[in-house]
């Protein structure tokens, strides 16, 4: 048997893809023509990772997140970001109560299933920061006390792209968190005419009932990580991720973290492709909108306009794919 496809453990795919099935099928109810968008964000969920939506105003960047955190039956927050938003709107503050003489912590934004964090990039990078030790240890630190945030813990967050007005570039730190990065892209005219006719008078989010619960979705979660992956799958990772870093073409590669949840998001692609063993198709599937936001292309690349995503297919195509033996 090739070692890429041994799967010691069993894994329940049809409870799965059956979640996944409900939840894409909800999503598209309400987001016309853009299945490969709603494929991508379905993945990010059940890899329990963070979920990063950028393009121009007005294309359903924040609608794609509502309609996601509506889909499932759990605690969902929504976030404006603003100039003026401090970081304990979103992790929360200590507050002195007057009857019990003790100061008694009052929970922020951030405390909640799903998060949906609308134009991150326009609040300040102090508030940004708020959001590091949430996305990646999934527990906020305030007054010397630790909290832990509700699982599973997922942040969407919209961002406009940074030439336009009034946005703050998200620091690295903060990117590198996010283990996707989607853009929604304008609709077909097929897909305008259609969202003109059924959605022109009342919101399509009235009429969505959640599919799943926030329980059965982390079920799934922990039975995707239960996939099987070959060492030559582990290897062919860290030879992408390894090859980002010498680029000529990127002064910044992709990080530990990068490798990590490229793996993750593999093992979700795979599982949601009905496969109980990740293969090197799932990795290249997810490698732009996982790796495409965390690496920084040299100014030559940008001056002969090599965008980030070019590149990383540009390196995949590179990497030599494992041959299982």
């Known amino acids: 048997m090739s070692a890429l496809s041994t799967a010691p453990e069993t894994v329940d795919l049809d409870a799965v893809t059956a979640v996944a099935g409900a939840v894409h099928r909800a999503i598209t109810t309400v987001i016309e023509g853009k299945d490969d968008v709603v494929s991508t964000a379905v993945t990010v969920l059940l890899a329990e990772g963070h979920l990063l939506i950028e393009d121009v105003p007005g294309v359903g960047k924040t609608m794609l997140a509502k309609t996601l955190a509506r889909a499932i039956d759990c605690q969902v927050s929504r976030v404006q970001f603003t100039p003026d938003l401090l970081p304990s709107d979103i992790t929360g503050v200590s507050v002195f109560n007057q009857d019990t003489r003790s100061f008694e912590f009052r929970p922020g934004a951030i405390f909640a299933n799903v998060v949906v964090g609308d134009e991150i990039n326009r609040a300040s990078p102090k508030t940004q920061s708020a959001l590091l030790e949430a996305m990646e240890e999934r527990q906020v630190t305030v007054d010397r006390h630790t909290y832990p945030l509700p699982r599973p813990f997922l942040v969407m967050a919209t961002q406009n792209p940074i030439e336009m007005e009034g946005t703050y570039p998200l620091p690295e730190a903060q990117r590198d968190r996010f283990m996707a990065r989607i853009s929604m892209g304008y609709p077909s005219p097929r897909s305008e005419m259609a969202m003109l006719e059924h959605h022109g008078g009342v919101s399509p989010l009235d009429e969505l009932t959640p599919v799943t619960t926030a329980e059965d979705v982390q079920r799934q979660i922990e039975a995707i990580r239960a ?31 990068a490798g990590l949840q490229l793996l993750r998001a593999a093992r979700s692609h795979a599982a949601l492709t009905g496969r109980d063993h990740v293969l090197p198709e799932d990795v290249q599937s997810v490698a732009v909108p996982v790796l495409a936001h965390r690496v920084l292309p040299t100014g030559e690349a940008s001056l002969a306009r090599h965008n980030a995503a070019d590149i990383v297919r540009e390196l995949v195509e590179r990497t030599t794919v494992p041959s299982g033996r």
């Open 227 to 257: 996939l099987h992956v070959a060492p030559a799958l582990r290897q062919y990772v860290v030879a992408i991720v390894g090859t980002s870093r010498t680029h000529r073409m990127l002064r910044l590669g992709a990080s530990p973290r």
